[in-house]
């Protein structure tokens, strides 16, 4: 098929992937794909031509994708605190192609090839792409939510200003596409589960509370070997999962695909509500649920530590195999 840029952009505001768009065309790599359209002078999802990035756009968490950055960036990011730098490095180009045109930042290609494990073994490595960020205010603003140097152990406090909670849930899907496993030992919905592993106990603790004020249930912590494990499991949990974390294509999409093949169509059958919240994002209007919080690392307006108290408000819609 003849590659042709509004057909491209439309298949991918749409939800494709880069790389399965590269494929209806007959290319082997997403990466072909992106460059055909920066060449056309056109981007996917708000067609933003690449500029200089502020060095203080995580200072207010506004947007979802840049709570799904920094998601990802506390699972599978890095600082450098005498460069005053913060990086991020994954194999997934759809995820990273994304994030690098609304940052506005390069994406840098790490070439994969073969290594040799400490038991001598041969590993083929993908490649795999970083997105490198410099700024003495952007280093400090991602601090607030635990991405702080030397973090594999001791995740540092999370911190959510009052007015950044409609966002939080794609905090929670960038941790997911980064550290998180989907797993479905049998087609009953009941038997699947999400684990997140970690080194850092603090992390996982500071996970599960923000899974509760998304009233997400029975999420469990434990020691997992050398690790440790956030586990949610239950059909109503992954009913919450499918209608409310991965609703909408955003970065990733080998996960949510895989995630929606196994559960949309299930759920349904089997009478659980999968669409358990509505709207692009978690609006002041839509609660999160019915509860109040003690929550040390949720910041009231005034910017001191307290209560998170969430109101039940009457919304205008009714909420009606391994991946790793």
Not at 113 to 121: A, D, L, Q
Request: proline share 5%; with cysteine; charged share 25%.
């Amino acid at each position: 098929m003849r590659f042709n840029v509004s057909e491209a952009v439309s298949l991918y505001e749409g939800g494709k992937s880069l790389t399965e768009i590269a494929a209806i065309f007959g290319y082997k790599t997403g990466k072909s794909v992106s460059d055909k359209l920066a060449s056309a002078g056109e981007w996917p999802r708000g067609r933003r031509k690449t500029k200089p990035y502020r060095e203080d756009f995580l200072h207010v968490i506004d947007a979802d994708w840049k709570a799904y950055f920094l998601g990802l960036l506390v699972t599978d990011g890095w600082v450098d605190e005498a460069r005053k730098s913060v990086h991020l490095g994954l194999v997934d180009f759809d995820a990273m192609s994304y994030l690098s045109l609304l940052i506005g930042a390069p994406l840098a290609t790490v070439k994969g090839g073969e290594k040799h494990s400490p038991e001598g073994k041969i590993i083929s490595c993908r490649d795999s792409y970083r997105l490198n960020l410099c700024g003495a205010s952007l280093y400090e603003d991602v601090s607030r939510f635990g991405i702080v140097p030397r973090k594999t152990h001791c995740v540092g406090p999370i911190s959510w200003k009052m007015h950044e909670l409609p966002h939080l849930r794609y905090f929670l899907r960038g941790v997911i596409d980064g550290d998180g496993t989907f797993g479905f030992p049998s087609n009953a919905p009941g038997t699947a589960y999400c684990r997140i592993f970690s080194a850092s106990l603090s992390f996982l603790d500071q996970l599960a509370l923000f899974f509760r004020i998304l009233s997400f249930e029975r999420v469990k912590v434990h020691p997992a070997n050398e690790y440790w494990c956030l586990e949610l499991c239950g059909a109503d949990n992954m009913a919450k999962m499918v209608g409310l974390i991965y609703e909408h294509p955003l970065g990733m999409a080998r996960k949510r695909q895989k995630l929606l093949e196994k559960f949309k169509g299930r759920l349904s059958d089997e009478g659980e509500e999968n669409t358990l919240y509505a709207g692009n994002s978690l609006e002041p209007g839509l609660h999160l649920g019915n509860q109040s919080e003690q929550c040390p690392g949720l910041d009231n307006p005034q910017g001191s530590v307290g209560h998170v108290h969430v109101v039940d408000e009457p919304s205008e819609t009714a909420m009606s195999d391994e991946e790793g």
